[in-house]
């Protein structure tokens, strides 16, 4: 059931959203260098890597970490990645990863490659066995100013309670978050 609706979802998301798509890869190719798509690869469900794409916000050349590991975010962002991120803008290609079936709407978000320290702790606690999600319970408790233990500590609560109605739940607090642009750090 929940496969049906994420393909549900995605379709009816990427015909609604088609301009703005649209939109946002002609302003990230006119205000940068480089692809208007960032290829990242990410741990998906049973730890098996996928490519994720985003509407790039940082520089060509920019190293491959979580945003929270490098020197100065600030200085890396395109000249519209700082809106995109805080608009979640940047995530809206991600909706072809959840048409693959690679993400769900709802789950754990995908970790990068090379966060080995969020990969076993998910690992340890069962999250590795979820579709990651391009929202989740741990995103709207905190984003990007989560300690890793208390995302992982989310992700397992999310594990325990899911069920559609909590998914339901996710995505209307996910789209209040994301219209106050709460929780974005960088």
Known sequence: MKRFID????????????????????????TSKGSALYWSDRIGKDNKVF???KFRSMKVNTPAVATHLLKDPKSVLTPIGDFLRKSSLDELPQLWCILKGDMSFVGPRPALFNQDDLV???????????????????????????????KVALDVEYLER????????IIFLTLLKVLKRDGVSH
Request: without cysteine.
């Open 162 to 169: 899911k069920s559609f109605l909590f998914d339901l739940k």
């Open 51 to 53: 490519k994720m794409p």
């Open 7 to 30: 393909m549900f979802l995605a379709i009816s998301a990427s015909i609604t959203l088609l301009i703005p798509i649209i939109v946002v890869a002609i302003l990230v190719k006119l």
């Open 120 to 150: 076993v702790l998910r690992t340890e606690h069962g999250v590795h066995t979820l579709l990651p999600g391009l929202t989740g319970w741990a995103q709207i408790n905190g984003r990007d100013e989560l300690p890793i233990p208390e």
